[in-house]
């Protein structure tokens, strides 16, 4: 029987196993979030339709078998912008993902600064339409036009609320409502996706099934706190049913102490 790697754990909302060390850039008030420059528009075509679309195919493709179940329920709001949530579990997978949920349509990324930091890879991920999180009052500002744009552009705007990449993990982390406080603000439908991972035949490693669900509503009567809170638990209940159709687990994740 192989041998599952086995990672321990401390804090199921701040642990990071990311493999990836990169010291972030500030995202201040001079942060360009939409560049609108005729070249920009055109890096942007370029990186997100040319180069990105179908690599990323490729190599969900390649490494994962990966398939996409439920995407149609996007359909019907194809003319409104919307948010969708997914659990966060590889670091270049996720960056894809997003994009093949919402094709045709274009996705934009809510990261952390690091996604926006590498020489390179970094500009690549900002031309394809990265949207980092701020470092202060101003670039918050601009963060919060970068989103109501994408949205009223009726583009997807994709959040990993779980902040954190556990590779492989089969089961839905503890998150907050913050970041549901931008649906509620915008007045667009809620939709999430969660990855998970099944056997396959001839392949040592598991195929990467994604699951579409949607859309979520809040409450209207309810105040703005606890609505971004309704949107939040309905989500956070969808996927956690979700992630129980994983039958192939990769890593063993532990809590630090739990095996005495």
Same mark, same amino acid.
Not at 27 to 52: L, M, N, Q, S
Not at 206 to 221: E, I, K, L, N, W
């Given at each position: 029987?192989?041998?599952?790697?086995?990672?321990?754990?401390?804090?199921?909302?701040?642990?990071?196993?990311?493999?990836?060390?990169?010291?972030?850039?500030?995202?201040?008030?001079?942060?360009?979030?939409c560049p609108e420059t005729p070249f920009k528009r055109f890096t942007h075509f370029f990186w997100y339709r040319v180069v990105a679309?179908?690599? /990323?195919?490729?190599?969900?493709?390649?490494?994962?078998?990966?398939?996409?179940?439920?995407?149609?329920?996007?359909?019907?709001?194809?003319?409104?912008?919307?948010?969708?949530?997914?659990?966060?579990?590889?670091?270049?997978?996720?960056?894809?993902?997003?994009?093949?949920?919402?094709?045709?349509?274009?996705?934009?990324?809510?990261?952390?600064?690091?996604?926006?930091?590498?020489?390179?890879?970094?500009?690549?991920?900002?031309?394809?339409? /990265?949207?980092?999180?701020?470092?202060?009052? /101003? /670039?918050?500002?601009?963060?919060?036009?970068?989103?109501?744009?994408r949205i009223a552009e009726k583009r997807i705007v994709a959040i990993y609320p779980e902040a954190h990449i556990w590779p492989y993990?089969?089961?839905?982390?503890?998150?907050?409502?913050?970041?549901?406080?931008?649906?509620?603000?915008?007045?667009?439908?809620?939709?999430?996706?969660?990855?998970?991972?099944?056997?396959?035949?001839?392949?040592?490693?598991?195929?990467?099934?994604?699951?579409?669900?949607?859309?979520?509503?809040?409450?209207?009567?309810?105040?703005?706190?606890?609505?971004?809170?309704?949107?939040?638990?309905?989500?956070?209940?969808?996927?956690?049913?979700?992630?129980?159709?994983s039958n192939e687990s990769v890593i063993e994740y532990k809590k630090e102490g739990s095996d005495g």
């Amino acid at each position: 029987m192989k041998q599952r790697r086995v990672i321990y754990y401390r804090d199921e909302l701040n642990d990071e196993f990311s493999e990836a060390k990169i010291t972030p850039r500030r995202i201040d008030g001079g942060y360009e979030y939409c560049p609108e420059t005729p070249f920009k528009r055109f890096t942007h075509f370029f990186w997100y339709r040319v180069v990105a679309t179908p690599v /990323a195919f490729l190599f969900l493709k390649i490494k994962f078998g990966h398939r996409i179940i439920g995407k149609s329920v996007l359909k019907k709001y194809k003319n409104t912008g919307c948010f969708i949530y997914g659990n966060h579990t590889q670091d270049i997978a996720d960056a894809c993902m997003p994009g093949m949920i919402s094709f045709p349509r274009e996705a934009y990324v809510i990261v952390h600064p690091n996604n926006v930091s590498l020489p390179g890879v970094g500009l690549a991920a900002r031309s394809m339409g /990265a949207i980092p999180l701020p470092d202060d009052t /101003a /670039a918050y500002r601009n963060f919060l036009k970068a989103i109501e744009k994408r949205i009223a552009e009726k583009r997807i705007v994709a959040i990993y609320p779980e902040a954190h990449i556990w590779p492989y993990y089969t089961g839905i982390r503890p998150f907050g409502d913050v970041s549901f406080a931008y649906p509620v603000k915008c007045g667009v439908p809620v939709f999430c996706f969660t990855d998970t991972y099944q056997k396959r035949r001839f392949f040592k490693s598991p195929r990467m099934v994604t699951y579409v669900d949607g859309p979520f509503f809040a409450d209207d009567s309810k105040s703005k706190r606890d609505r971004a809170r309704e949107l939040r638990d309905k989500v956070y209940a969808k996927m956690c049913e979700r992630a129980k159709l994983s039958n192939e687990s990769v890593i063993e994740y532990k809590k630090e102490g739990s095996d005495g």
